[in-house]
């Protein structure tokens, strides 16, 4: 088992530089991916790169979303003979406290994708917090299942092979909606999917690019997708449940 982080980042300075330095501690390969940021952020993060040895730096030319950079990272990574990957989100939301936990995790159940579930505080917004439910929900019955407890957290390990033969034979989406579709599909493949508990915070200095607007039409042509999806899976989502049971 090989293990390796992934960055997606876009316009993120400090907080991105704070996260390549705390991961120091792991003396794992990183794999920050810039998703075609402005020219200060190029400017750091070549300078982050010459810094770390262990930090391979990739440039997507245009800015093609959360979604297209994790999936750019998953293939440098799978393409390095990684058989794991860590996403961390660039923007300083994550518990890297708890990296440990998602990697004793993976190396119990190699299989599975291993996320974060969120536990949070007041620093995240009301319309956030209780909007993610909306999410919740649609998951509930695409899976006919509450295995899944959280799909919107990037904090999560994935298991490569079970990956690229997912986004071998699927298109999934470039934006916010790819973290809820990989996980929903990757049940769909049979893959296990685990869940620790994490602190995440929405720090008052934060730079969020979600765009209300744009990303919720993307979720909600995705759940669109998947509903429908779920329909043509239906028999064999029934009998796994019952089977399960």
């Not at 090989?2 to 390549?20: D, L, R």
């Not at 505080?121 to 299942?145: A, C, M, N, Q």
């Amino acid at each position: 088992m090989s293990y390796c982080f992934i960055i997606p980042n876009y316009n993120h300075t400090q907080a991105v530089a704070n996260t390549i330095a705390a991961l120091q501690h792991y003396a794992l390969p990183i794999i920050l991916v810039d998703d075609g940021s402005n020219l200060e952020t190029q400017t750091l993060l070549e300078e982050l790169a010459a810094e770390y040895q262990n930090l391979t730096l990739f440039r997507r030319s245009i800015n093609g979303g959360k979604g297209a950079a994790v999936k750019t990272g998953l293939t440098i990574a799978y393409e390095m003979d990684m058989s794991h990957a860590i996403q961390v989100d660039a923007d300083g939301q994550h518990n890297l406290a708890d990296i440990d936990s998602l990697l004793n995790e993976s190396k119990r159940y190699p299989l599975a994708m291993i996320s974060g579930r969120p536990l949070y505080d007041e620093s995240i917004s009301k319309g956030r917090y209780y909007g993610r439910f909306i999410t919740h929900f649609w998951v509930y019955i695409e899976t006919l299942s509450f295995t899944i407890k959280d799909s919107m957290c990037g904090f999560r390990v994935y298991p490569l092979k079970a990956c690229m033969q997912l986004m071998d034979k699927q298109a999934l989406g470039d934006r916010m909606d790819f973290d809820i579709e990989i996980m929903v599909r990757l049940f769909w493949q049979n893959t296990a999917i685990r869940f620790i508990a994490t602190k995440v915070l929405y720090p008052p200095d934060g730079v969020s690019h979600f765009n209300v607007w744009k990303d919720n039409w993307l979720i909600s042509k995705m759940h669109t997708r998947l509903f429908f999806g779920m329909i043509i899976r239906l028999p064999y989502l029934l009998f796994s449940k019952f089977r399960g049971q």
